[in-house]
């Protein structure tokens, strides 16, 4: 029989203890179990992931990811290539006090602990509680250098690595050693790596100028970068500079002073600028090319190169300016593509001006469009709203916003505006530039004056003119022959809006900037000097193969009879130029376009004369590049000179005359030119008469405009079937610039009066005079074989005293005409030749 225990019998306290000597027994052996566990479990992981742990870096050769950086004439900064932006700076040049204020705010320990804190980690956790966010990380400064190396991998097993890694850096290397990997390691936002590149991108400067607030500002940023931004988050910047100011005077790094006036100090942290795009974007994407080409994209975007370009940025910004403002009004000559959308809702509209004032601010801007919105239209004049502030757009303003119609001349009167009622409707939104006033004032309807504001009375009134985007797209490209250096390139009217560089990527028909080409072989090979006479007449010409017949005329269908090369090439006239090329043969004038520089394949046909064939802008100006250095083919580059992280030469291609190199680099490239010598493809003479031929194009010819540039100009304009493309060529003695402007779709003419002559030389006229401005240009030399003889342009004959439109022509000594005009030939004085011309 059991017995019941009697609870009121007290319990046996031997029986009690041993019951808990029992318990602490299994509780001290499920311990043991579970540390032996955690042990082998650890262990097991560090045998799983040690051999996946990187290898600890060797400081005598650490060479990080670094930027390339790519430099313009004069070493202004034009781009930089980088996967880490990164520039490692000797820990001797990394100020003290900025080491004293990354320690203080990210591992206060750092110097007593072997790479792992775990009390470190225990105080970041209760701080980051009482202050419900992270504003300390658990990571020493060791663990950090070690995550730099890890990388960012999303595993379980990465904190093991770390450590791993952590105390492994912390047995082989000394304190400083680690400050100075964190230091050029350590990401700190808009793809900086390191303190150096921190400093350049938010403050401009080098990482030992920097002042204490700014130092404390970097040094706030490794635990949460686009959390603390400067540029981005400025009041959260401050917010977590005054904790590091505060923990660097906690810990004795600052004093009570100091760290108040680096806390009362302005915040002026910078944007990250985009060099890129910003200041020579069609040039730069074309080293980034031929360098990913070269070097690959680790070389580029790792290697830390240091690239030289022969690029001014001030030509390139006057051919930004040049070709813009042609483009525009190349493309107002076009007429006026409509609104940009159309708002019909009152409450829309409202919003649409809300946001474009919020966009604006309170300036509006006077050298650039802005967006309005069309409120009123009159006969006269439309108001419109640019924000929140009203303005007038009088019928001035848009005179040339016809509808576009290739057909019509844009001169017609039928091509002017009148009524702007029949262009703007209420609602369109469209884009607009502030003028002045009298700046719209055409002399036509003097009565329009009265509905505009007076200045003196209403300084801040706004009056405004129509633009629009351009349709159309132009090339520019400028080179110094003489040093082989690109200075200046345009590959379309905006990089941003297409990447499309036409200069290199495009084929167009040249029309007859072509012309030089096969003339200067007629001079070479043929004879032909400026007295040569053709015979511009009608000819037919069967082609059996394709069955057709080409009867090919000139710019009026008219004909001239006897003409010289001069009046031929001078006034650009169709025939003889065709003429020509039967003379000197197709095969041989393709092959002889081939070694001047055009890599385009080329058609046989009598066609080519006109240009119709399509080229390359860069392979045009390439082959003027020819004539511009005497008949000696030069190489042009956009790349100057390379050099590696360590300063080794990778690449050279400098000139001895470059104004910047050092003299010892200059005493080099000239030695490689004694050895190295460029070919030449003319001799000087024959490639004197076509300059002095193309000189004359420039100064009485289809680009006589050209005079204004008030330098010796040689070149040539060229104009295709339906204006598609117009062209102008030209060079002074040591620049040679190429200008090309036309729709993107070569079947889209750009209409009825334009040519190289109206729609590009203009443009290169601008860019010139820009570039030139202060730089002045000699006379092209005259080699010794060269006389000058007048001659009459009609015949051909030296000309007599007072033979009218006689004209100075260069010729070989033993090829200058020897036979006068006769006197009873010659015309009365102020007759003039007509010639038929393509533009």
Not at 66 to 90: C, N
Not at 502 to 520: D, E, N, T
Request: proline share 7%; hydrophobic share 40%; charged share 25%.
């Amino acid at each position: 029989m059991t017995r019941k225990p009697n609870a009121l019998i007290p319990a046996n306290p031997r029986r009690r203890r041993s019951l808990l000597v029992r318990v602490l027994a299994w509780m001290l052996s499920c311990l043991v179990f579970w540390a032996a566990g955690a042990t082998a479990g650890v262990y097991v992981i560090y045998l799983a992931v040690a051999d996946s742990v990187p290898p600890l870096p060797d400081l005598s050769q650490y060479t990080p990811p670094l930027t390339t950086r790519v430099y313009s004439q004069g070493r202004i900064l034009l781009a930089e290539f980088a996967v880490e932006r990164r520039d490692v700076v000797p820990a001797a040049e990394i100020p003290q006090e900025l080491v004293q204020a990354f320690i203080a705010s990210e591992d206060d320990n750092f110097f007593n602990h072997g790479g792992i804190d775990p009390m470190g980690i225990l105080r970041a956790a209760i701080k980051n509680v009482k202050a419900g966010r992270i504003v300390q990380g658990g990571s020493t400064i060791t663990q950090q250098v070690a995550k730099s190396f890890i990388g960012r991998e999303k595993t379980f097993t990465r904190k093991f690595k770390e450590a791993i890694l952590a105390r492994r850096l912390e047995s082989k290397f000394g304190k400083e050693d680690i400050l100075y990997l964190y230091l050029n390691q350590i990401y700190l936002g808009h793809g900086s790596y390191g303190v150096q590149a921190a400093a350049r991108n938010y403050f401009h400067k080098n990482v030992w100028d920097l002042d204490t607030a700014e130092m404390a500002t970097i040094a706030g940023l490794p635990q949460a970068p686009s959390d603390y931004d400067p540029v981005e988050r400025p009041k959260e910047a401050l917010e977590r500079r005054s904790y590091v100011l505060d923990r660097m005077q906690a810990v004795g790094y600052a004093s009570p002073e100091s760290a108040e006036r680096a806390r009362m100090a302005p915040l002026e942290a910078h944007p990250i600028p985009d060099l890129f795009r910003s200041r020579a974007p069609y040039f730069t994407e074309e080293v980034r090319r031929q360098l990913q080409q070269k070097y690959g994209t680790e070389g580029v975007y790792e290697g830390g190169l240091t690239v030289e370009t022969g690029v001014d940025l001030d030509w390139q910004l006057a051919a930004q300016i040049a070709s813009n403002k042609g483009l525009r009004r190349l493309d107002h000559r076009q007429g006026y593509r409509g609104p940009l959308i159309r708002i019909d809702e009152l409450d829309k509209r409202k919003e649409f001006l809300d946001k474009l004032q919020a966009q604006l601010g309170e300036e509006i801007p006077d050298d650039r469009p802005v967006l309005a919105l069309v409120e009123e239209v009159e006969e006269s004049l439309a108001r419109v709203a640019i924000g929140h502030r009203r303005a007038l757009l009088p019928v001035m303003g848009m005179r040339w916003a016809r509808k576009p119609d290739p057909t019509v001349h844009y001169k017609s009167s039928s091509a002017r505006v009148t009524d702007v009622r029949k262009v703007l409707d209420p609602g369109d939104v469209i884009l607009v530039q502030r003028v002045k006033p009298a700046a719209l004032m055409d002399g036509e309807h003097p009565g329009l004056a009265k509905l505009l504001p007076d200045p003196e009375k209403e300084p801040d009134a706004l009056v405004v003119k129509l633009d629009q985007i351009p349709a159309v797209q132009g090339a520019l490209l400028s080179v110094e022959p003489r040093l082989g250096y690109v200075k200046a390139i345009i590959g379309g009217y905006n990089f941003a809006d297409s990447e499309f560089n036409r200069v290199l990527q495009a084929c167009r028909q040249p029309g007859s900037a072509f012309k030089p080409i096969h003339y200067s072989l007629a001079i070479k090979e043929k004879e032909y000097n400026p007295a040569t006479v053709i015979i511009d007449s009608a000819v037919v010409y069967d082609d059996p193969e394709n069955q057709n017949r080409w009867k090919p005329e000139n710019y009026d269908s008219d004909f001239q009879g006897k003409v010289t090369v001069h009046t031929a090439l001078v006034n650009s006239m169709n025939v003889p130029s065709i003429k020509v090329m039967d003379a000197v043969g197709i095969p041989e004038a393709i092959e002889w376009a081939h070694k001047l520089g055009i890599s385009t394949p080329l058609r046989e046909e009598l066609g080519l004369a006109l240009g119709s064939s399509c080229v390359k802008p860069w392979d045009l100006v390439g082959v003027y590049s020819v004539f511009n250095m005497g008949g000696v083919k030069p190489e042009l580059h956009f790349i100057k000179k390379v050099t590696d992280r360590f300063g080794r030469v990778l690449l050279d291609r400098s000139s001895h005359a470059d104004p910047w190199q050092a003299w010892d680099d200059k005493l080099d490239r000239a030695y490689d030119r004694l050895v190295r010598p460029r070919p030449r493809l003319l001799p000087v003479e024959d490639n004197y008469i076509l300059t002095h031929l193309l000189m004359g194009v420039a100064s009485r010819g289809t680009a006589a405009q050209a005079r204004a540039l008030g330098k010796p100009v040689a070149g040539k304009t060229g104009t295709t079937n339906d204006s598609a493309d117009a062209w102008f060529v030209g060079f002074t003695h040591d620049v040679v610039t190429g200008v090309w402007a036309g729709n993107d779709e070569p079947k889209d003419p750009l209409g009825r009066g334009e040519n190289g002559s109206r729609a590009a030389l203009p443009i290169w006229i601008d860019f010139m005079e820009r570039a030139l401005a202060e730089r002045p240009q000699e006379d092209f030399e005259v080699p010794a074989g060269i006389t000058f003889v007048r001659i009459d342009p009609l015949s051909g004959l030296r000309a007599r005293p007072g033979t009218p439109g006689s004209v100075l022509e260069a010729f070989r000594w033993d090829e200058k005409p020897k036979d006068f005009v006769p006197a009873a030939d010659m015309v009365e004085s102020g007759q003039f030749f007509k010639v038929d011309r393509l533009y």
